[in-house]
């Protein structure tokens, strides 16, 4: 599976952005995440997706600002992001896998080349 992640820019604190992963054929039933990675530090968990839709998770640290969906063709994933903080700052992946640490790198086998995120305050 080829993952192409896009969305990214630059807002203002407060602001909105909405990130897109397109998976090529498709997500098939792997499940799916956004992780972001800020410079100097290690790629951390955002948010996961069961392939069936049933089963979601948020960091702590988005949870209430940042929502996750995917689409029924299995074909694409959104993270949509509201009230932005400095802090979320980072470059941001999508990723796919079986889901069986879906809030850990080492669950995903595949992963999009990653959007940039800046929020400025």
């Known amino acids: 599976v080829q993952l192409q992640a896009s969305g990214g820019g630059v807002v203002q604190a407060g602001g909105s952005l909405r990130l897109s992963c397109a998976a090529s054929?498709?997500?098939?039933?792997?499940?799916m995440g956004w992780f972001r990675q800020a410079p100097g530090k290690d790629r951390e968990f955002v948010a996961s997706i069961s392939w069936s839709g049933s089963t979601i998770k948020y960091a702590n640290s988005v949870k209430g600002r940042f929502t996750i969906s995917k689409d029924s063709a299995k074909t694409a994933m959104s993270l949509q992001m509201n009230n932005l903080k400095p802090e979320d700052t980072a470059v941001y992946y999508c990723?796919?896998?079986?889901?069986?640490?879906?809030?850990?790198?080492?669950?995903?086998?595949?992963w999009g080349q990653g959007t940039q995120v800046t929020v400025s305050s």
């Open positions: 990723a796919a896998g079986d889901g069986l640490e879906s809030d850990s790198t080492a669950g995903y086998e595949f």
């Open positions: 054929p498709t997500f098939r039933n792997y499940d």
